[in-house]
Antibody, heavy 119, light 112 residues
Framework: EVQLVESGGGLVQPGGSLRLSCSAS????????MHWVRQAPGKGLEYVSA????????YYSDSLKGRFTISRDNSRDTLYLQMTSVRTEDTAMYYC????????????WGQGTLVTVSS | IVMTQFPDSLAVSLGERATINCKSS????????????LGWYQQKPGQPPKLLVY???TRESGVPDRFSGSGSGTDFTLTISSLQAEDVAVYYC?????????FGQGTKVEIK
């Protein structure tokens, strides 16, 4: 059974940093392109970032302006999102998402981890 | 690619048809494989989105056959042929033709 379990969310002050993790199981993590998608409270879904299976290629939403960094550890089956210089508009549920194969749709989503940016 | 859904919300009687539309700002039909890179997701309150349809018209395993997707190029439709109480949710389209992936703004389906 595919499982994606996010962690690391919480309350952070504007300008602060946070690292999200996503622990994967039930599939061959090292062969899967992985993504982060977020959803602000009461709002729609927004693409955040993606990383290739070997970690060499990364993609980011233009709106992030270099503040976030996606990475992965295939030896630990774990995906990360390092968030820096966070803003109130980064407040959202952050979902870890996988593709069944490269260049395809999202088939499994984690339950999400909530990040709240507030002073 | 900008994805626009309409309507933003709709109320349908139990057992009646619900139709949700999604339009992309450019074609998501890949000529090399003749596939539309378009998916549909259902999200219920407090839950992550769930995949319903991919390649515009392929129903995910386990999804009831009252859900169907259609369309090609830039215009797509998700149809719920006979609305059930458990179908109350927000529905999103997603283009995976290129990166960044983009979602429609969502359509909220309620019972009339």
């Amino acid at each position: 059974e595919v499982q994606l379990v996010e962690s690391g969310g919480g309350l952070v002050q504007p300008g602060g940093s946070l690292r999200l993790s996503c622990s994967a199981s039930g599939f061959t993590f090292s062969r899967s392109v992985m993504h982060w998608v977020r959803q602000a409270p009461g709002k729609g879904l927004e693409y955040v970032s993606a990383i290739s299976a070997n970690g060499k290629d990364t993609y980011y939403s233009d709106s992030l302006k270099g503040r976030f960094t996606i990475s992965r550890d295939n030896s630990r089956d774990t995906l990360y999102l390092q968030m820096t210089s966070v803003r109130t508009e980064d407040t959202a549920m952050y979902y870890c998402v996988k593709e069944p194969y490269s260049g395809s749709y999202y088939d499994y989503w984690g339950q999400g981890t909530l990040v709240t940016v507030s002073s | 690619i900008v994805m626009t859904q309409f309507p933003d919300s709709l109320a349908v009687s139990l057992g009646e048809r619900a139709t949700i539309n999604c339009k992309s700002s450019q074609s998501v039909l890949y000529s090399s494989d003749n596939k539309n890179y378009l998916g549909w997701y259902q999200q219920k309150p407090g839950q992550p989105p769930k995949l319903l349809v991919y390649w515009a018209s392929t129903r995910e395993s386990g999804v009831p056959d009252r859900f169907s997707g259609s369309g090609s190029g830039t215009d797509f439709t998700l149809t719920i042929s006979s609305l059930q109480a458990e179908d109350v949710a927000v529905y999103y389209c997603l283009q995976y033709y290129n990166t960044p992936r983009t979602f429609g703004q969502g359509t909220k389906v309620e019972i009339k």
